[in-house]
């Protein structure tokens, strides 16, 4: 496959009520960690490091445009991390296809205004116990 530049990509994540959301059009940037723990079980015999893979984990970060125009809207989808404490469904449709989904917990939500623009920065990590799926 050719190397792709240039192509979108669908944001969807539930919101507080657990009502799966389609926000990519407010979407201005993605960024997907997947990470596993690995633990050092170097015997003294050894010349150099042994590790074993541990437990995943997964860290999803958006950063949203203020646009109350939108239904819904960014700000809609996550405006409720003081009073509602539910796992949220992401799903993150690559071009390709590549879609990545994942069971994850609302860990922050950051304002900022800078020259007239208000946006968001949200950060998603992976609860359930599950990790995050390609497929």
Do not use: H
Request: charged share 15%; hydrophobic share 40%; glycine share 8%.
């Amino acid at each position: 496959m050719a190397k792709m530049v240039g192509t979108p990509m669908t944001v969807t994540v539930d919101s507080g009520e657990g009502t799966a959301r389609v926000i990519t059009n407010d979407v201005l940037s993605v960024t997907l960690e997947t990470t596993r723990d690995l633990a050092d079980v170097t015997g003294v015999d050894k010349t150099a490091r042994e590790r074993l893979g541990m437990l995943n984990d997964a860290t999803v970060t958006l950063t949203g445009a203020w646009n109350p125009a939108a239904n819904p809207t960014f700000y809609s989808c996550f405006k409720d991390i003081a009073t509602t404490n539910i796992n949220r469904s992401v799903i993150l449709v690559y071009p390709g296809p590549a879609t990545f989904t994942a069971e994850m917990a609302l860990e922050s939500v950051n304002y900022a205004m800078s020259n007239g623009q208000l946006t968001s920065t949200v950060t998603l990590r992976l609860s359930g116990g599950t990790q995050g799926v390609w497929s």
